[in-house]
Structure formats: structure tokens, C-alpha cells
């Protein structure tokens, strides 16, 4: 007859010399298992709760966003009527009765787009050049206008709600 083997690390102790483990030693392993799995439950519904404000935060600002640029498409429809009607009012003589129409018109438009976010870039000669609003068209030699700055407007640019609709279309002065 052969005598069951023992595994190296299993410590030969006969079973009426085992160490009994109380009840309240077992009772205490459990409560620690289930403490440590309650505070894993716990940090994961943190996680999760943080998840989903994270989640609500970001369709807020895209509901908002969706909202201030729904319009977006119409109003850059609408910067070429813009130029138009300038256009008409640089050639229209001074004492003609349609320059007043056409410049109510242009004042109510204006009024309109401008409640919608609309927002004109018009920089005036002098004024430095912003590479954000503005676009070069060219570099020229201008007497009394500081290198770098807007020297002449060749298109107004328009904002919506701060977002870049069109750049303004600039002549730059050489700086010297």
C-alpha cells in the first residue's frame, strides 16, 4: 500500500492537530472581504456618477453650441447682400432718392443679423493686423501707416458669435 504524497508546501499535520479557526476569525475574513467589495462598489458608482455629469456637461455645451451657430448657413447667405449693398451706396450719388432706401435697407439687415450674432471685422487703416479676423492680400508701401498694420480694406469680414464667418481681406504696410 502506498501512502498518499504531500505536496512540498503543505505541511504534514495530521487532521486531529490542524488549527481550528474560530467562528469569529471567519466572520472577520468575511466582513473584510465584503468591506473591501463594498468600497469598490462604491468607487466605481463615484466613477460612473462622474461619467454621466461629465456626459450631461458635454450635451449641454452641444445643445448650446447647435444653438448659437443654427444660423450659421443663413448668415453666411446673407455677407454677400452685405457687400452688395455697400457696393451700391460707394457709387450711388449723394442727392439720389434710392441711396436712402438702399441705406435703411442695409440699417435694418444690419439691425437683424447683428440680434443673430452677427458681427462685422472692419479694421480701419492704422490698425494692427490680426492674423485671427484678417487676411492678407498684399504688402505695400504705405507713408504714415506702421509696418505690420492694415493699410487698406479691400472686404469687410464678419463674426458669428465670435466664430470666424469670413476674414476681413486686408492690404498689410511693409514694414521698413
Known amino acids: 500500500m ?20 474560530s467562528v469569529e ?17 462604491r468607487a466605481q458608482v463615484l466613477l460612473e ?29 446673407l455677407v454677400p447682400v452685405f457687400d452688395a449693398l455697400e457696393a451700391g451706396l460707394a457709387s450711388a450719388p449723394e442727392a439720389d432718392p434710392l441711396r436712402n432706401g438702399v441705406e435703411l435697407t442695409l440699417r435694418e439687415l444690419t439691425k437683424a443679423t447683428e440680434s443673430n450674432g452677427l458681427a ?34 479691400f472686404q469687410k469680414g464678419y463674426l458669428l458669435n465670435e466664430r470666424l464667418l469670413r476674414p476681413a481681406m486686408v492690404v498689410v504696410a511693409k514694414a521698413d
Not at 8 to 15: C, D, L
Not at 53 to 75: D, G, I, M
Open 25 to 41: 476569525q471567519r466572520l472577520a475574513e468575511q466582513v473584510e472581504l465584503v468591506s473591501a467589495e463594498l468600497e469598490q462598489l
Open 120 to 153: 462685422t471685422v472692419a479694421p480701419a487703416p492704422g490698425d494692427a493686423f490680426n492674423p485671427e479676423h484678417h487676411q492678407a492680400m498684399s504688402v505695400i508701401d504705405a507713408p504714415g501707416v506702421p509696418g505690420g498694420a492694415v493699410a487698406q480694406v
Open 2 to 21: 502506498t501512502q498518499p504524497q504531500h505536496d512540498a508546501q503543505t505541511p504534514n499535520i495530521p487532521e486531529d492537530e490542524a488549527p481550528e479557526v
Open 49 to 77: 456618477r462622474a461619467d454621466l455629469e461629465n456626459q450631461r456637461k458635454r450635451l449641454a455645451r452641444e445643445v448650446e453650441n447647435a444653438r448659437r451657430f443654427a444660423n450659421e448657413r443663413l448668415l453666411a447667405a
